[in-house]
Nanobody, 119 residues
């Protein structure tokens, strides 16, 4: 079992940046994949970015080139650097720990952090 705690959300203007952090209660080194997912009002939760235990990354097409997922295994922390934000990025962002390296089968979720992009 693992507990996940996100932080770093907030209100930012279009074109701005946010950096999200997710701290895990235990080592993330052995977790097949850690990922960031988001859910906008009235929409289903979707994958944003995933990093596997081997360090491979995958991004949703809508964020590729703007967002970067990274990790600090010594601190059990996963980050999501979000640049060039647009209003469509507004959502609750969740950190997830997955049982598969593609990040599609998430076992554990954080509580979420709100990111709002608005003038």
């Amino acid at each position: 079992q693992v507990q996940l705690v996100e932080s770093g959300g907030g209100l930012v203007q279009p074109g701005g940046s946010l950096r999200l952090s997710c701290v895990a209660s235990r080592s993330i080194f052995s977790i097949p994949a850690m990922g960031w997912y988001r859910q906008a009002p009235g929409k289903q939760r979707e994958m944003v970015a995933v990093i596997s235990s081997l360090g491979y990354t995958n991004y949703a097409g809508s964020v590729k080139g703007r967002f970067t997922i990274s990790r600090d295994t010594a601190k059990n922390t996963v980050f999501l650097q979000m640049n060039s934000l647009v209003p469509e990025d507004t959502a609750v962002y969740y950190c997830g720990a997955a049982r598969d390296r593609d990040g599609t089968d998430v076992d554990y979720w954080g509580q979420g952090t709100q990111a709002t992009v608005s003038p």
